[in-house]
């Protein structure tokens, strides 16, 4: 079954830092755009970084900007969510997203379309 699994979830303090994965099965991850997304209750959905399959591009949402940095492990088929200098209210259910497309395609990156392969999320909780 083609999926995508996310993991490196949990509860860490303000100012600390978390990695996420999303690895993929039974389909090679470094030909698809790969998009991390995020939602905290009550919230819309956000896309934070993103990663083109064409030119290897990033995009970064302002507010991530220089404290996220996205990465792919082509050997693990994985790609990663480095998260530094954690806020409260990076607060979200973490979502791996795959698509074909540029990541500009995709209305969570300024598009018209969202992507076709979602994992099921991995919570980060930032608090004291």
């Known amino acids: 079954q083609v999926q995508l699994v996310e993991s490196g979830g949990g509860l860490v303090q303000p100012g600390g830092s978390l990695r996420l994965s999303c690895a993929a099965s039974?389909?090679?991850?470094?030909?698809?755009?790969v998009g991390w997304l995020r939602q905290a209750p009550g919230k819309e959905r956000e896309g934070v970084p993103c990663i083109s399959s064409s030119d290897g591009r990033t995009y970064y949402a302002d507010s991530v900007k220089g404290r996220f940095t996205t990465s792919r492990d082509n050997a693990n088929n994985t790609v990663y969510l480095q998260m530094n200098n954690l806020k409260p209210e990076d607060t979200a259910v973490y979502y791996c997203a795959a698509d074909f497309m540029p990541c500009n395609y995709y209305s969570d990156y300024g598009g018209n379309n969202v992507m076709d392969l979602w994992g099921k999320g991995t919570l980060v909780t930032v608090s004291s």
């Open positions: 039974r389909f090679r991850l470094n030909y698809y755009t």
